[in-house]
């Protein structure tokens, strides 16, 4: 099992080459120059800008291009950023782990609460809670993420005379008086500003995953073994906590790699919207002054993220499953 | 009629208790994108300063007391406060009637048939009738919402047409064929599942000028989505495709002397409809929503064309929502679209996918 992880993990990497080739010829073919920006500039000489234009191979063709920064790319080298005027490693670096921390916290949320509410919606089957569940499920599905981020902000906004709303920021990741707050005030800080962009893109997800879990609990109960636990006389929370839920919760592992894909989407988008200065943030900045190499480098971020989600969601799947190991 | 009477599926999805209302849902919402010139009382870009951020028109019954059974409006009239804002009060003294069929702006229906009359408003040209209120320039934000429907109920289909013929084209070939072609079909369509859409949505518009003109935006985010949203249906086809091929119908089909192309698209291919059409129905939103995020963050359709997602970038300041919460509209339509066709997928998929009764 050990090495069928290690081929999914390595057949990844030349797809998301071939991915990264792909989007660099479309690249290509906007028109505009990234050097634009200094060949008009009277400050910097011609010679400079011919040195930058040999340097990352500007003047060759396409393919030449791709292929010198390809090689850079597997020296950790995602070239250089012109609008930001800095490595684009050092760029994402930064934003990289704001982007990690709002994703990992939304899925610890996430799993925490919709895992047991579909439980119990299952266990109760048509009783006014599991109505009530999924009801919400229904609308949390359709509702869009930019919308009730936009909804929330506002709601926060206008009741900001409570002072319980009005301690919460709507948008940005720090305050502007960040740096003269004490070290505990800081962590209070940086928090309050977790707390909009984690619930918008826990409700996002948790109407999914509630119903999907509801779904595998109610199968599992109608299994024969459950008949047989329940009828040799095993305690109900036996019956649903030790055979049932360990049966339900695998087909969620698997799902995992899924839903991460698109909980990352949603908070690049969420992050443009309440100002997170995370990798979605950073690639619409990017796009919009036709950074290549940072479009590039923050793509193949999102790639390796989601890469590396799904290798976590197989190994908790061994972990989980000991069929899978045994296989 | 008989068919419908008797028909399993039909009863099915009558039967599911969400589909009807997102049907019924959808049917206005198209009713109102078809006849969008004759619904709208006003153009899409047809602005008047003065009456930037007005709030929603008042529909009233009473003038000085008296009923009248046509309804009215009274024009807002604004004077500044001491920040400098605009502070807007009904101005009772002139009531103008709202009636149905009124002459107004003529415009073409489908850019081909010219009509002068629009289904309601306010025969007083002098002002204005502002059902939903305005926009910051001044804009009927209710015309902009029927306008702005051609384009965001439309995405949807359109995307979901070519994401249907890359699909079927590439799930049918891999999944019929197998062996190394299907090998190689499948590593490529898995790249594009590997880049999370959004970020694989950016990086393909960053290869496009910034300003590009409305027809150009739009057919560019029908092929951006579709590029991103076939993936995972071609793998389902191909699944699919590689189970049915082993069908004896199939084997029979071969023997026969059938070509490969005709195995697919008469044998194979229509097994997988069911399948296709729940699909189908249930990523519908995903266009809309896709279209939505684009517009809103400033890559989609530009200014002063209008769609739902580019209407609600007026709603990213969050101050202008305090003052002026109706600029959130645009987003409840988005919600209703996207949960009406979920509702419609579900009640489809309850009806025809064999599996889940």
Not at chain 1, 77 to 87: N, T, V
Not at chain 2, 40 to 55: I, K, L, V
Not at chain 2, 169 to 196: H, N, Q
Request: glycine share 8%; net charge positive; proline share 5%.
């Amino acid at each position: 099992m050990r090495d069928e992880l290690i081929r999914r993990a390595l057949v990844s990497v030349p797809q998301l080459l071939l991915m990264s080739f792909i989007t660099f010829m479309f690249i290509d073919l906007a028109p505009g120059d990234i050097l634009a920006k200094y060949r008009f500039d009277p400050r910097i000489s011609s010679e400079t800008v011919k040195m930058i234009e040999s340097k990352y191979h500007f003047d060759k063709p396409i393919v030449v291009q791709y292929g010198h920064w390809l090689w850079r790319a597997l020296h950790f080298d995602l070239g250089y950023s012109f609008s930001r005027e800095a490595p684009v490693v050092s760029v994402i670096a930064e934003r990289l782990f704001n982007t990690f921390l709002l994703s990992i916290l939304t899925i610890i949320f996430t799993w925490a609460v919709a895992v047991p509410l579909g439980i119990y919606a299952a266990v109760k089957q048509y009783s006014w809670g599991d109505r009530i569940l999924s009801f919400f499920s229904y609308f949390g599905m359709s509702l869009p993420g930019f919308f009730l981020a936009l909804i929330l902000m506002y709601l926060i906004y206008a009741g900001r005379s409570i002072p319980m709303l009005s301690a919460i920021p709507i948008g940005g990741m720090i305050s502007p008086n960040y740096e003269d707050l004490s070290f505990w005030g800081k962590i209070v800080d940086r928090v309050a500003h977790l707390i909009l962009p984690v619930i918008v893109l826990t409700i996002g997800a948790l109407a999914g995953l509630q119903r999907i879990s509801r779904g595998n609990m109610l199968e599992e109960l109608r299994k024969q073994y459950i008949t047989t636990a329940r009828a040799k006389g095993l305690p109900e929370h036996k019956v649903i906590y030790g055979h049932a839920l360990r049966n339900a919760i695998n087909p969620l592992i698997t799902l995992f790699g899924f839903e991460f894909s698109s909980l990352l989407s949603g908070a690049a988008l969420l992050e443009i919207i309440v100002n997170w200065p995370g990798l979605g943030s950073l690639m619409l900045a990017a796009v919009r002054s036709q950074d290549t190499f940072l479009v590039m480098g923050s793509m193949l971020m999102g790639g390796m993220m989601l890469i590396a989600g799904n290798l976590i969601a197989d190994i908790l799947l061994v972990i989980a499953d000991p069929r899978v190991r045994s296989r | 009629m008989k068919f419908f009477k008797e028909n399993r599926e039909v009863q099915k999805f009558l039967g599911h208790p969400l589909a009807v209302p997102g049907l019924v849902v959808l049917g206005i919402l198209y009713f109102i994108m078809i006849f969008a010139e004759f619904i709208a009382p006003y153009g899409f870009d047809n602005g008047s300063r003065e009456n930037s951020y007005q709030p929603p028109s008042r529909i009233h019954f009473f003038h000085d007391g008296k009923f009248s059974l046509q309804p009215f409006v009274y024009p807002w009239s604004f004077s500044f406060n001491e920040f400098y804002e605009r502070t807007y009060i009904e101005d009772k003294s002139r009531p103008c009637k709202l009636s149905l069929f009124v002459k107004g702006d003529e415009v073409k229906l489908w850019g081909i048939i010219p009509i002068k009359r629009h289904l309601f408003g306010i025969e007083d040209r002098s002002s204005r009738f502002y059902l939903l209120g305005a926009d910051s320039v001044g804009r009927d934000l209710f015309s902009r919402l029927v306008y702005g429907s051609r384009i965001s109920l439309t995405i949807g289909f359109i995307g979901v047409s070519v994401t249907a013929f890359l699909g079927f084209f590439i799930g049918g070939i891999s999944g019929y064929y197998g062996g190394k072609a299907d090998w190689v079909l499948m590593r490529f369509t898995e790249c594009f599942m590997l880049v999370p859409s959004f970020f694989l949505m950016l990086a393909l518009r960053s290869a496009f000028p910034m300003r590009l003109s409305s027809i150009q935006v739009y057919i560019l985010i029908v092929a951006i989505l579709s590029l991103i949203g076939w993936a995972g249906f071609a793998r389902v086809i191909r699944g699919m495709a590689l189970s049915i091929s082993k069908r004896d119908f199939v084997t029979a089909a071969r023997a026969l002397g059938a070509s490969g192309f005709r195995i697919i698209t008469f044998h194979i291919l229509p097994q997988t409809l069911s399948y296709a059409i729940v699909s189908m129905t249930l990523s519908i939103p995903a266009y809309i929503l896709g279209e939505s995020a684009l517009s809103l963050i400033g890559l989609g359709i530009q200014e002063p064309s209008a769609s739902w997602g580019n209407m609600l970038s007026a709603a990213m300041n969050v101050s202008d929502i305090q003052y002026h919460p109706w600029i959130l509209i645009p987003g409840i339509f988005i919600f209703l679209a996207v949960m009406a066709f979920n509702f419609v997928g579900d009640g489809l998929r309850d009806a025809l996918d064999p599996n889940k009764s």
